[in-house]
């Protein structure tokens, strides 16, 4: 069965990046947490491991296609900026878009360094969102 998923890839393309090309707001989420990696001007691994995780977790993307979908975002993403991300955002539920905050707080903390780049980052896109700091540190639910 693994063999046939790995020829539909092959002639569907991987149902990971399929999935995030398919949803706007993901692939707006995503983009939001892959420039909190980059935020601080360094990719460290303990920040993957976190948006390795998030993908996973919280979106369903297959721990195989994970690759592929950072290569989508990097090819792709250049056409959307920080602002026309989070734009996607604001017409969406008080929840959802408190995930997103929480998200890229998680990220920003997987180093345990916080730069102020990824503060301010952070911090702007709170505002955006019309979401309070204390929304990221109250338990979800």
Do not use: W
């Not at 505002?127 to 109250?138: A, C, H, M, N």
């Amino acid at each position: 069965m693994a063999l046939l998923d790995q020829i539909r890839s092959i002639f569907d393309g991987d149902p990971g990046v399929r999935k995030v090309a398919d949803d706007p707001v993901l692939s707006a989420e995503l983009l939001m947490l892959f420039r909190m990696i980059v935020a601080d001007g360094a990719v460290s691994e303990s920040e993957m491991v976190a948006f390795r995780h998030i993908c996973k977790e919280a979106f369903g993307i297959p721990e195989a296609s994970i690759d592929s979908v950072v290569e989508y975002l990097n090819d792709y993403g250049y056409e959307t900026n920080g602002s026309q991300a989070i734009a996607l955002f604001r017409d969406l539920d008080v929840e959802r878009r408190k995930l997103l905050a929480r998200h890229m707080a998680e990220i920003a903390k997987a180093d345990s360094k916080l730069a102020e780049s990824e503060v301010k980052l952070l911090r702007r896109t709170l505002d955006l969102l019309d979401i309070s700091p204390v929304d990221l540190v109250k338990p979800e639910g």
